[in-house]
T-cell receptor
Framework: SQKIEQNSEALNIQEGKTATLTCNYT??????LQWYRQDPGRGPVFLLL?????KEKRKERLKVTFDTTLKQSLFHITASQPADSATYLC??????????FGTGTRLTIIP | GAVVSQHPSWVICKSGTSVKIECRSL??????MFWYRQFPKQSLMLMAT?????????EQGVEKDKFLINHASLTLSTLTVTSAHPEDSSFYIC????????????FGQGTRLTVV
């Protein structure tokens, strides 16, 4: 069965540095991959989508890469701020109407 | 942007009672709605997919008679947890999309259910 792993359960980064989160998957490549932000006690909020034929996507301080050979996506937050502290989820879409979510990485930006 | 409203945001109920959670798409018509459950420090687990006007499709291991889903209109889906038990305590989240192949899911704010 498909397995999605996010590099670490928790990640602490100094303010101003770049935070890099990893999402790895096994078996089949998704049609597209998404990243979401989830704050405690709240539902996920969509951030970025990258398709299987795209290498990189950017949105303001966010950058996502997608390597179908490595079966990996990297999510970068540059010039990180304490307000970026949250749990970040990757989600994969395999064309069966459903999103499959990773376990998430809890990011803390330390002032 | 599209807004999905979930109500209530939290609820406490006694064991054996039923609880209804509502999920509304406020500014768009949601042909498909999804219900997830999330335990502490775990990911979102899809429970069921509901399409307006038809029966919900449940994921393996989810009891359809316990988790009743109704998607009677294009803007409202409800999840009823029947005969709730403490192990049903969890964070329930709905999401909605405008079409089967829509690439972006819009999530509600979630409902924290505590069964005592």
């Amino acid at each position: 069965s498909q397995k999605i792993e996010q590099n670490s359960e928790a990640l602490n980064i100094q303010e101003g540095k770049t935070a890099t989160l990893t999402c790895n998957y096994t078996n089949y490549s998704p049609a597209y991959l998404q990243w979401y932000r989830q704050d405690p006690g709240r539902g996920p909020v969509f951030l970025l989508l990258i398709r299987e034929n795209e290498k990189e996507k950017r949105k303001e301080r966010l950058k996502v890469t997608f390597d179908t050979t490595l079966k990996q996506s990297l999510f970068h937050i540059t010039a990180s701020q304490p307000a970026d502290s949250a749990t970040y989820l990757c989600a994969l879409y395999f064309g069966n109407e459903k999103l499959t979510f990773g376990t998430g990485t809890r990011l803390t930006i330390i002032p | 942007g599209a807004v999905v409203s979930q109500h209530p945001s939290w609820v406490i109920c006694k064991s054996g009672t039923s609880v209804k959670i509502e999920c509304r798409s406020l500014d768009f018509q949601a042909t498909t709605m999804f219900w997830y459950r999330q335990f502490p420090k775990q990911s979102l687990m899809l429970m069921a997919t509901s399409n307006e006007g038809s029966k919900a499709t449940y994921e393996q291991g989810v009891e359809k008679d316990k988790f009743l889903i109704n998607h009677a209109s294009l803007t409202l889906s409800t999840l009823t947890v029947t005969s709730a038990h403490p192990e049903d305590s969890s964070f329930y989240i709905c999401s909605a999309s405008t079409a089967v192949w829509s690439t972006e899911a819009f999530f509600g704010q979630g409902t924290r259910l505590t069964v005592v």
